[in-house]
Structure formats: structure tokens, C-alpha cells
Nanobody, 125 residues
Framework: VQLVESGGGLVQPGGSLRLSCVGS????????IGWVRQAPGKEREGLGC????????RYRNSVKGRFTISRDNQKNTVYLQMNSLKPEDTAVYYC???????????????????WGQGTQVTVSS
């Protein structure tokens, strides 16, 4: 199964975006999915993860309360809802998986094995 992200774009500070991660060529319902971002000149930053069932979600401290990960296994899609966006949220956003049902330890999301192609999010006035 391949991961395909969409939903990125240009948004003003304080605005919202919802990114989608769709499984292409297979189903995602067996896999925990993480979201990771990479800004120009910076290292990849793991944002959070959701278990295969959706029962467990975990987040990086810096995005708790602003970002929400959810999934609809009927639609084979995982979402990243981003609110109160800031210019420093500008980055390419990726979904990723290790192809197992549980999330990796906190702080290791950026090291997941399988990635989508990414979608650009730009926060600017």
C-alpha cells in the first residue's frame, strides 16, 4: 500500500487546514499512521501518531491542542486537522507508517519506514 497525502496549500496565520492521507493499492486499517513535517533547512519533525483502530493518538508537545489526528477506516483515510496555524508551521507534511498496528515510541515518528510524497503547507499573510 502506498501513502498519498493531499490538502496542503497557502493559509493565513490563525487559519486551519485538514490534510488527508489515503492508502493507494491497499488498506490502511491494519497500520498505525504518523504525521511528520520537514521545513526547509530543518530536520524532520514527528508530529503525532494514531493507532490502526484510532483508539490511541499521541502528539508532539508543541502541537498538542492545535493539531488533531483522526482516521476513517471505511474511507481508508487518515487526517491531520491543523488549527491556529503559525508561520513556523510552514513545511512539507508527510504521513508515514511502519506497517504495524501500534505507534512507535514518542519522539521516533520521524523514523518510520514508509512515507508518502508529502504535501506543502505554507502559512503566510
Amino acid at each position: 500500500v502506498q501513502l498519498v497525502e493531499s490538502g496542503g496549500g497557502l493559509v493565513q496565520p490563525g487559519g486551519s487546514l485538514r490534510l488527508s492521507c489515503v492508502g493507494s493499492g491497499g488498506t490502511l486499517d491494519r497500520y498505525a499512521i504518523g504525521w511528520v513535517r520537514q521545513a526547509p533547512g530543518k530536520e524532520r519533525e514527528g508530529l503525532g501518531c494514531i493507532s490502526n483502530s484510532g483508539d490511541t493518538t499521541r502528539y508532539r508537545n508543541s502541537v498538542k491542542g492545535r493539531f488533531t489526528i483522526s482516521r476513517d477506516n471505511q474511507k481508508n483515510t487518515v487526517y491531520l486537522q491543523m488549527n491556529s496555524l503559525k508561520p513556523e508551521d510552514t513545511a512539507v507534511y508527510y504521513c508515514a507508517t511502519d506497517r504495524i498496528s501500534t505507534c512507535p515510541p514518542d519522539g521516533t515518528y520521524a523514523g518510520m519506514d514508509y512515507w508518502g510524497q508529502g504535501t506543502q503547507v505554507t502559512v503566510s499573510s
